[in-house]
């Protein structure tokens, strides 16, 4: 994130709206923008990009979820909800919409910067987290791909895996490829040719 965070405020109340920038202008450097209406949500948000989005709702509804999450972003950027009472059981569909902090009891202005840095904590810890899962799968994916090509190999020239492996790596080498997209091409082949 930069050092200065550009916030959206989604509040519907002006008094609290006008406490909660206040607050914000006055724990650090923020350039804030103030949405009072949830009419529209996905554009508004969108228009000035934010680094975070605070949301103080008295009652959030399914259909705010869904829209909190074509609005937020959520797996773009962190999203603090703010909510008055238990809300029914929506703070499992508000983490499933990637909101980062889900604050019951409302917004009070001097919790706006201890909760907001929490929430790009746990918004920045999450999408390392699924940085990596998805780094993972791909190697995973990779393999099997290397693995049947190594199969294929070994079938048509009766080699070894080792052997299978250095024909492919030294192709891959050769013609300045991965060994993966390499093994991609020759499964791919083998299965038209099959």
């Given amino acids: ?25 006055e724990s650090g450097d923020c350039e804030v923008f103030l949405i009072a209406h949830h009419s529209a949500l996905a554009r508004k948000i969108a ?29 773009d950027r962190p999203v603090a909800m703010f909510v008055s009472g238990a809300a029914g059981g929506l703070a499992q569909a508000a983490i499933e919409a990637g909101v980062s902090a889900y604050v019951v009891d409302g917004l009070a202005p001097e919790r706006v910067k201890p909760v907001m840095d929490t929430a790009i904590a746990r918004f920045s810890m999450v999408r390392r987290m699924r ?48 060994v993966a997209d390499v093994a991609e091409a020759l499964v791919t082949a083998a299965g038209l040719l099959g």
């Fill in 131 to 178: 940085q990596e899962l998805a780094e993972t799968r791909r190697a995973l994916e990779e393999r099997k791909v290397i693995d049947r090509a190594k199969g294929l190999l070994m079938k048509a020239k009766g080699i070894d895996e080792d052997a299978a492996y250095a024909l492919l790596r030294k192709t891959a080498m050769d013609q300045g490829r991965k």
């Fill in 1 to 25: 994130m930069q050092n200065r965070l550009t916030v959206v405020v989604v509040e519907e109340d002006r008094d609290r709206a006008i406490g909660i920038v206040d607050a914000l202008k």
């Fill in 47 to 75: 228009a000035h990009a934010p680094d975070i989005v605070l949301i103080d709702i008295d009652n959030p509804t399914r259909d705010m979820m869904e829209e909190l999450t074509l609005a937020s972003g959520p797996l």
